[in-house]
T-cell receptor, first 116, second 115 residues
Framework: SAVISQKPSRDICQRGTSLTIQCQVD?????MFWYRQQPGQSLTLIAT?????????ESGFVIDKFPISRPNLTFSTLTVSNLSPEDSSIYLC?????????????FGSGTRLTVV | DAKTTQPPSMDCAEGRAANLPCNHS???????VYWYRQIHSQGPQYIIH???NNETNEMASLIITEDRKSSTLILPHATLRDTAVYYC????????????????FGTGTLLAVQP
């Protein structure tokens, strides 16, 4: 299955600033997703990153706060904008590739964001 | 996608079988049962999935009841490294190019393997 490199692994940011998280995959994948995991909680899907078009956001998430890019089939970025302490979470990238149709989705190791 | 119900936590002795239950009484005929786990500070990891027959792989076994309203994930010989949150997810089979290939997580079961 695909191998994901997610950067940075962690960061501490000032409120009001933004953080851009990168997700690089070692092979072309059909679908990429971004999740948020708040402290002690399960994973919540933010959006599906669509190659060459605007991302598809889940209820409660908006493009102005979480702009996403996906310029090609191996790379995506998630920006968390205008940070507040409530944005302190782990953000995870996930991909669906051909092998995943039998073996499931692959997840990155996550970016732990702390907003101070 | 059908809703699932899992116990919030379970304990298991190291070396013993861990049996994790999942209720999915509203499962539809085209929906599969998927299991993932998340070890602390890591991304979720796929374990196994099935439709109606029991399934086994190198990680675990999945037992689905005949009416498909519940299932059990079995880790045959639990180790300390199996301590994780285990998620049972019910959804249609992932299809190439499918428009609904989203994976939605519930609250899961925290399995604590005790030495």
């Amino acid at each position: 299955s695909a191998v994901i490199s997610q950067k940075p692994s962690r960061d501490i940011c000032q409120r009001g600033t933004s953080l851009t998280i990168q997700c690089q995959v070692d092979s072309q994948v059909t679908m990429m997703f971004w999740y948020r995991q708040q402290p002690g909680q399960s994973l919540t899907l933010i959006a599906t990153a669509n190659q060459g078009s605007e991302a598809t956001y889940e209820s409660g998430f908006v493009i102005d706060k979480f702009p996403i890019s996906r310029p090609n089939l191996t790379f995506s970025t998630l920006t968390v904008s205008n940070l507040s302490p409530e944005d302190s979470s782990i953000y995870l990238c996930s991909v669906l590739d051909a092998a995943a149709y039998n073996y499931g989705y692959t997840f990155g190791s996550g970016t732990r964001l702390t907003v101070v | 996608d059908a809703k699932t119900t899992q116990p919030p936590s379970m304990d298991c002795a190291e070396g013993r079988a861990a049996n994790l239950p999942c209720n999915h009484s509203t499962i539809s005929g085209n929906e599969y049962v998927y299991w993932y786990r998340q070890i602390h500070s890591q991304g979720p990891q796929y374990i196994i999935h099935g439709l109606k027959n029991n399934e086994t792989n190198e990680m675990a076994s999945l037992i689905i009841t005949e009416d498909r309203k519940s299932s059990t994930l079995i880790l045959p010989h639990a180790t300390l490294r199996d301590t994780a949150v285990y998620y049972c997810i019910v959804r249609p089979r992932v299809l190439y190019g499918g428009a609904t290939n989203k994976l939605i997580f519930g609250t899961g079961t925290l399995l604590a393997v005790q030495p």
